[in-house]
């Protein structure tokens, strides 16, 4: 698949690291360094905008390894982008450690996944059919 972007950061385009992986790294385009205080959300910009092809999604998703060594994640994980959106990818960082974490310019701060979607056509009805699960959820069937 060949998606069109314009790089206006200061950075090299995104690139999968292995070829395996289903993401690819997002980096902060700062001017100067974004310091995230406990429990502090900001909207850091990358420079990237994207061409996502009908029917194609980017998703924004937190890297592991800032949400467990710094409780730096995405906050609206993952981020929906949509193939009509033409303006900068920006991604929302939530600091939920109790330290302050620095931002700097070129860091690698969320992963981007494309990934095919379909639009539903609504059929309302009366009543939907019956499963063994029915209404149950959160945990309702079990731990194992």
Partial sequence: MKIK???????????YATPASAGV???ANLEEDVVIESMERVLIPTGLFMEIPVGYEAQVRPRSGLALKHGIS???SPGTI???YRGEIKVILANLSKDAFRIQNGERIAQLVI???EQAEWVEVE?????SRGAG????????
């Fill in 82 to 84: 949509d193939a009509d």
């Fill in 5 to 15: 972007i314009v790089n206006q950061s200061q950075h090299s385009l995104p690139q």
């Fill in 115 to 117: 990934a095919a979607h």
């Fill in 25 to 27: 790294d997002l980096r």
């Fill in 74 to 76: 995405v906050l609206n």
């Fill in 137 to 144: 959820g959160f945990g309702s069937t079990g731990k194992e």
């Fill in 127 to 131: 009543e939907l059919e019956e499963t």
